[in-house]
């Protein structure tokens, strides 16, 4: 039986074009989406003096009411008509601008689950948004995947001012540096002013402390202008735990089968999990159709739990794909489980472009600090060999027993093509879930750290910066959040227990009293980016870097990267710590990379035939890498035989 989701796109005449998915499952109709399943939508699109129909799922309630708030204060509120679940009225002066807020059984009042926008916080009324009044330009098809090369930022701590406004006014530094696509750490409102964006309530409201819906809009197109594209990380796998009142009069959103780090799991395979599974799939929709965001990265994807005969994940891609058919748009997960079987070829209905590569993360950061503690022990017997298993193959663990998870993880991946991770040597995970979110400039040797940069950029699978990397930014970016009391102490007092346990802390080094309170302004404001420090020397030099190996990925890996053949990449260990990796194209050319990850002189290499485009570090004549040293070749055929 299809859902209300399903009936409304059909009644719209939506109707699907993706293999496999049943009728409803839209693939046009552009001009109609802003009618949303979910939250408010006009009752006639030809006459707005009609008035707003206002909708909610409460199954376990009784009665609800709208309560419309006027410009003067005064609420006023219209009792809503009982079906299947939904109750629902329409209110002929409601407009744009106005608040409003469901009341439940005359007592307590909460805002729309699907609010466009919250301006008073998770805790305060919705309000009611007219999302065809921003003027789009026309055109933008976006980029293809091969192109992408990413920058994560977190709106509120990339500028001192913390806004969309401030953000785009630093765009064309970025597009000049030869990022191609801008990829925002969560937006969904969360409580308070200040947060990662992981404890977000409201998945449709865009968080009120960086701009209006409007201004988000006004960031993307800036940023379609300059030529690049912009990404929405989204999490479907929890509500965080402060203004999620979804508990209260929906409970059919979550389960107790499972649980997951950071609250109840979702309930995508239950009795009542089409309306739930209509919610999200229809939050992906709204991002890349209203908001045209270029691509979504799904969080921690491995705590979605689902048995249904098709998969959450699957169908979102499915609808994804069918509503995108003339775009680039791109998906990405996060996934600890290192699923191979969820990605495929960029675009592929039902899979997923790429997944974030932590085993490269990882093996790069034992190779550059030689940590150990947690999920540092499976890299640090063979960091190089994992590091080149992940060049080669994509994934570190394939299968093979994880010393730190206690299990098998991973699937083959040397089938996937190299554009399926992404790779990174830093992101808000691996900075920010330190005690003391340090980055790598401030944990390695300069001339180390740079020849992981050439690997990462130089490599054919996607990279990913992380703001403030491109200028050797020394600026911390902590765990911060905007929690009450008592959440504020059980946070504060858990990451000190987390901690407690690793090395620096346990050994008698650090004191865990010592790690920044996440609820403190302070916290926040100590991980704002330092705009002024880039014109220093240090920092000049190392845009210059960024800059320079991107150019040389623009015009010598970009153009082949969609060449290359899957499967087909041949990795060489010249040592304990040297190697070479060869990636062949369809046409006979090959990508090379060779690199000394090590103190000393590397063994000789084989004579390439041809000069490296690309060279960072110093070498000995044409067969020996100094240490910490990389080349970057183009082989044509003949070299090849050679």
Same mark, same amino acid.
């Given at each position: ?76 509120? !219209? ?74 930022? !977190? ?17 064309? =530094?970025?597009? =000049? ?5 801008? =990829? ?39 940023? !379609?202008?300059?030529?690049? #594209?912009? #990404? ?270 690793? =090395? ?88 090379? #990379? ?49």
């Amino acid at each position: 039986m299809n859902s209300p989701f399903h009936e409304h796109l059909a009644a719209q005449g939506v109707l699907a074009r993706a293999p496999g998915i049943q009728r409803g499952e839209a693939s046009r109709g552009h001009r109609h989406l802003h009618r949303m399943p979910f939250g408010p939508q006009r009752v006639s699109e030809r006459d707005p003096a009609e008035g707003y129909r206002f909708r909610l799922w409460a199954p376990v309630e009784k009665r609800v009411e709208v309560c419309l708030i006027g410009a003067d204060g005064v609420k006023h509120y !219209h009792p809503c008509a009982k079906s299947e679940g939904w109750h629902c009225c329409e209110i002929r002066d409601a407009k744009p601008g106005d608040l409003y807020a469901f009341r439940l059984d005359g007592q307590l009042e909460v805002p729309d689950p699907a609010s466009r926008f919250n301006p008073r916080d998770v805790h305060g009324p919705s309000l009611l948004v007219d999302p065809t009044s921003f003027e789009w330009d026309a055109g933008w098809r976006g980029r293809p995947w091969e192109e992408a090369v990413i920058y994560e930022l !977190h709106v509120g701590t990339f500028t001192p001012e913390g806004r969309y406004d401030a953000a785009e006014r630093r765009l064309p =530094e970025l597009a =000049e540096l030869g990022i191609t696509a801008i =990829e925002l750490m969560p937006l969904a409102d969360f409580p308070g002013g200040r947060g990662w964006g992981y404890d977000g309530v409201l998945l449709y409201a865009p968080d009120a402390a960086y701009g209006t819906p409007d201004e988000l809009k006004h960031f993307i197109q800036a940023a !379609h202008r300059l030529g690049m #594209m912009v #990404m929405l990380d989204v999490v479907y796998n929890h509500f965080g735990p402060d203004g999620n009142y979804l508990h209260v009069y929906t409970p059919q959103f979550f389960t107790a089968a499972h649980v997951t780090p950071w609250g109840g799991a979702i309930d995508f395979e239950g009795s009542a999990s089409a309306t739930v599974r209509d919610f999200y799939i229809h939050n992906a929709l709204y991002w890349l159709d209203e908001y045209r965001f270029d691509g979504l990265r799904l969080d921690a994807v491995q705590t979605i739990f689902d048995a249904s005969p098709r998969h959450i994940l699957e169908e979102i891609s499915m609808w994804v794909r069918a509503r995108a058919a003339k775009r680039h748009v791109h998906l990405v997960l996060e996934n600890l489980d290192n699923r191979a079987c969820r990605l495929a070829a960029p675009g592929t209905p039902g899979r997923y472009d790429a997944q974030w590569n932590d085993d490269f993360h990882h093996a790069a950061h034992v190779l550059l600090t030689g940590e150990r503690d947690g999920y540092y022990a499976d890299f640090a017997d063979r960091p190089a060999h994992h590091l080149v298993r992940c060049l080669a193959e994509g994934f570190a663990y394939q299968g093979e027993h994880s010393k730190f998870h206690d299990a098998p993880r991973g699937e083959p991946s040397a089938t996937l093509p190299p554009t399926a991770f992404v790779n990174f040597l830093q992101n808000h995970d691996q900075i920010g879930n330190r005690a003391f979110g340090e980055r790598l400039v401030t944990l390695t040797d300069t001339h180390k750290l740079r020849a992981l940069v050439a690997i990462q950029l130089l490599a054919p699978a996607t990279p990913m910066l992380f703001m403030g990397e491109e200028a050797g930014a020394e600026t911390p970016f902590l765990y911060f959040c905007d929690y009450g009391e008592p959440l504020a102490s059980a946070v504060r007092d858990g990451r000190k227990r987390e901690f407690s346990a690793f =090395e620096r802390f346990s050994g008698g080094g650090d004191s865990v009293d010592d790690i920044p309170d996440p609820c403190a302004p302070a916290t926040f404001d100590d991980s704002r980016l330092d705009w002024d420090a880039r014109r220093g020397d240090r920092q000049r030099e190392w845009l210059g870097f960024y800059r320079e190996l991107l150019a040389l990925r623009r015009a010598e890996v970009v153009p082949r990267v969609a060449l290359l053949v899957p499967g087909r990449a041949a990795r060489t260990l010249v040592g304990d710590s040297a190697f070479e990796v060869r990636w062949p194209t369809v046409g006979g050319e090959v990508l090379m #990379m060779r690199a000394n990850l090590a103190d000393e002189m590397s063994l000789p290499f084989p004579a390439a035939g041809v000069a490296p485009f690309a060279s960072v570090g110093e070498g000995e004549g044409a067969t020996q890498l100094g240490p910490w040293s990389v080349r970057a070749y183009v082989l044509s055929a003949p070299e090849v035989r050679r």
